[in-house]
């Protein structure tokens, strides 16, 4: 069973029980209400109908009834209004003679309070009192007191609606009028239920297609691209925002896929990269010890210390790069703390151009400093950003030729000190620029590499700055160099 027919059909079965609990209750409310209604203005009617009874004649004199005013009075009532039942009560309530044929009345006395709060004035109509032909049911009625000599003899009770009056309103329930108005009901009832059916159908039928949709999004199909829920209008309802919701989703696990195909790329040419990056000083390495090893005899000093001095180079270039793997590693790790200290960046920055002044001057390359006056004082661990402008400098020197230069640039506003390494080497084309704070990412067309340099550096840059919630970004143009820049926060709060 499909989930969207199965919540249809739990639709229509609420529907059903809702429009049939709604027409036995419309129908118990009519027959209420018009009963009520009925009664009410019977009781109006006849409201002042004991009282005039009374005063045709005296019903009790002396403790004593009447018997034959009692007849007359029965007997004109039967002649008029049939449904009209009489009872005469003493004071407290008791039966003392009915209109009624012998054996049908069941009670023998009946209740005063009715008759009590019936003489009241700011009495509420309907009013009902019991109904002596039976033991349970009520009904309306008009009552009025019987005195003599300002005594109280008893009461005249007049049941208004007697067993007549019930006949005939049964044989009205079968009737014709009743039975069309009953059917009126039920066809009103039936189309409302049809109505809803067809707009439960008409409502559900976009969840209908959204459900198709996820159902084929969540099989085998081959091209996933196209599964999408079409948002058509301004609607603003749940599906509508569940088709949007899914749309968002599906793109998001699209795009993660993507991710994770570029990924999986990565870590294979990462892995091939590693294991090139230490093949190479290890075999190098092995094979100019082994041969120290094998000819040591033949060799003279100079060819053993020209053997020893490559050996150191390639064990050298081997501990950078298994250091710089073991840092990446270790600032990837999520035990990775650091230490937040005012320090001044522009003496930093001239510690560590000094020490790469000699080198500079070597490649014939000119080292320059820009610094803004009055820097204040930057925010961040001293010992990383250190690591970070000795890569950057490095990198800029690394890709710079002869004759060029390298600028480091710092200015400040109110919450950051920039610092820009400006190279005015061979540049780096616009398409890798996205990648080059991967990790072992070369750009072996563009620019020179050594294989002192496994592509790290900027790695581990940006890495350190995402620790103190900076970027690092990076602009170039071919064949005029390139521009790596960052921030450091001047507040302690930035990194809080």
């Not at 039975?179 to 009832?189: N, R, T």
């Not at 501990?319 to 600032?331: D, G, H, T």
């Given at each position: 069973?499909?989930?969207?027919?199965?919540?249809?059909?739990?639709?229509?079965?609420?529907?059903?029980?809702?429009?049939?609990?709604?027409?036995?209750?419309?129908?118990?409310?009519?027959?209420?209400?018009?009963?009520?209604?009925?009664?009410?203005?019977?009781?109006k009617?006849?409201?002042?109908?004991?009282?005039?009874?009374?005063?045709?004649?005296?019903?009790?004199?002396?403790?004593?009834?009447?018997q034959?005013?009692?007849?007359?009075?029965?007997?004109?009532?039967?002649?008029?209004?049939?449904?009209?039942?009489?009872?005469?009560?003493?004071?407290?309530?008791?039966?003392?003679?009915?209109?009624?044929?012998?054996?049908?009345v069941?009670?023998?006395?009946?209740?005063?309070e009715?008759?009590?709060?019936?003489?009241?004035?700011?009495?509420?109509?309907?009013?009902?009192?019991?109904?002596p032909?039976?033991?349970?049911?009520?009904?309306?009625?008009?009552?009025?007191?019987?005195?003599?000599?300002g005594?109280?003899?008893?009461y005249?009770?007049?049941?208004?609606?007697?067993?007549?009056?019930?006949?005939?309103?049964?044989?009205?329930?079968?009737?014709?009028?009743?039975?069309?108005?009953?059917?009126?009901?039920?066809?009103?009832?039936?189309?409302?239920?049809?109505?809803?059916?067809?707009?439960?159908?008409?409502?559900?039928?976009?969840?209908?297609v959204?459900?198709?949709?996820?159902?084929?999004?969540?099989?085998?199909?081959?091209?996933?691209t196209?599964?999408?829920?079409?948002?058509?209008?301004?609607?603003a309802?749940?599906?509508?925002?569940?088709?949007?919701?899914?749309?968002?989703?599906?793109?998001?696990?699209e795009?993660?896929l993507v991710?994770?195909?570029?990924?999986?790329?990565?870590?294979?040419?990462?892995?091939?990269?590693?294991?090139?990056?230490?093949?190479?000083?290890?075999t190098?390495?092995?094979?100019?010890?082994?041969?120290?090893?094998?000819?040591?005899?033949?060799?003279?000093?100079?060819?053993?210390?020209?053997?020893l001095e490559?050996?150191?180079?390639?064990?050298?270039?081997?501990?950078?790069l298994?250091?710089?793997?073991?840092?990446?590693?270790?600032?990837?790790?999520?035990?990775?703390?650091?230490?937040?200290?005012?320090?001044?960046?522009?003496?930093?920055?001239?510690?560590?151009?000094?020490?790469?002044?000699?080198?500079?001057?070597?490649?014939?390359?000119?080292?320059?400093?820009?610094?803004?006056?009055?820097?204040p004082?930057?925010?961040?661990d001293?010992?990383?950003?250190?690591?970070?402008?000795?890569?950057?400098?490095e990198?800029a020197?690394?890709?710079?030729?002869?004759?060029?230069q390298?600028?480091?640039?710092?200015?400040?506003?109110?919450?950051?000190?920039?610092?820009?390494?400006?190279?005015?080497?061979?540049?780096?084309?616009q398409?890798?620029l996205?990648?080059?704070?991967?990790?072992?990412?070369?750009?072996?067309?563009?620019?020179?590499?050594?294989?002192?340099?496994?592509?790290?550096?900027?790695?581990?840059?940006?890495?350190?700055?995402?620790?103190?919630?900076?970027?690092?970004?990076?602009?170039?143009?071919?064949?005029?160099?390139?521009?790596?820049?960052?921030?450091?926060?001047?507040?302690?709060?930035?990194?809080?």
């Amino acid at each position: 069973m499909k989930p969207v027919d199965s919540l249809y059909r739990k639709m229509a079965l609420l529907l059903f029980i809702l429009v049939l609990a709604l027409g036995t209750s419309f129908f118990w409310l009519m027959n209420y209400s018009t009963e009520l209604y009925q009664q009410e203005v019977s009781q109006k009617l006849n409201l002042g109908l004991a009282d005039q009874l009374v005063k045709e004649a005296p019903l009790i004199a002396d403790s004593k009834i009447n018997q034959s005013a009692l007849k007359d009075l029965f007997h004109m009532l039967m002649v008029i209004n049939p449904s009209i039942e009489i009872y005469l009560l003493d004071p407290g309530g008791k039966i003392l003679a009915y209109s009624a044929p012998e054996g049908r009345v069941k009670r023998e006395q009946v209740s005063l309070e009715p008759l009590q709060e019936f003489f009241l004035e700011n009495r509420e109509l309907p009013l009902l009192g019991d109904d002596p032909k039976s033991l349970g049911s009520r009904k309306v009625f008009s009552a009025s007191p019987i005195l003599a000599d300002g005594s109280l003899q008893g009461y005249l009770y007049v049941i208004l609606g007697g067993e007549a009056y019930d006949n005939i309103a049964r044989r009205i329930s079968s009737s014709y009028v009743f039975q069309v108005a009953v059917w009126i009901l039920l066809g009103s009832l039936s189309l409302a239920l049809l109505f809803g059916l067809g707009g439960f159908s008409w409502i559900t039928r976009r969840l209908k297609v959204l459900t198709r949709i996820i159902q084929a999004y969540s099989s085998d199909a081959a091209d996933k691209t196209s599964l999408r829920y079409e948002e058509k209008g301004d609607s603003a309802d749940e599906i509508h925002l569940l088709g949007r919701s899914f749309n968002q989703m599906a793109d998001r696990i699209e795009q993660q896929l993507v991710e994770l195909k570029r990924n999986d790329a990565q870590r294979r040419e990462m892995i091939a990269n590693v294991s090139h990056d230490l093949r190479t000083p290890l075999t190098s390495l092995h094979g100019y010890i082994e041969t120290l090893l094998l000819k040591d005899q033949d060799l003279d000093a100079s060819q053993r210390k020209q053997y020893l001095e490559i050996a150191n180079k390639q064990s050298s270039q081997l501990i950078r790069l298994v250091s710089e793997l073991f840092e990446l590693a270790k600032l990837d790790s999520c035990e990775t703390l650091i230490n937040v200290e005012a320090f001044s960046l522009a003496e930093l920055v001239h510690d560590v151009v000094n020490k790469f002044r000699l080198r500079a001057t070597e490649m014939d390359i000119l080292l320059l400093v820009d610094c803004a006056p009055s820097l204040p004082f930057a925010y961040g661990d001293i010992g990383l950003i250190q690591r970070v402008l000795d890569n950057l400098i490095e990198n800029a020197l690394q890709h710079t030729r002869a004759r060029g230069q390298v600028r480091i640039s710092l200015t400040a506003d109110s919450g950051h000190i920039s610092v820009e390494i400006s190279d005015s080497g061979c540049g780096i084309p616009q398409e890798e620029l996205p990648y080059i704070f991967e990790r072992f990412y070369r750009l072996d067309k563009s620019r020179k590499t050594t294989d002192a340099h496994a592509g790290l550096g900027l790695a581990i840059a940006k890495r350190i700055l995402d620790l103190h919630k900076s970027t690092i970004w990076a602009t170039s143009k071919t064949q005029q160099g390139a521009t790596f820049g960052f921030q450091i926060p001047v507040t302690a709060g930035v990194h809080t």
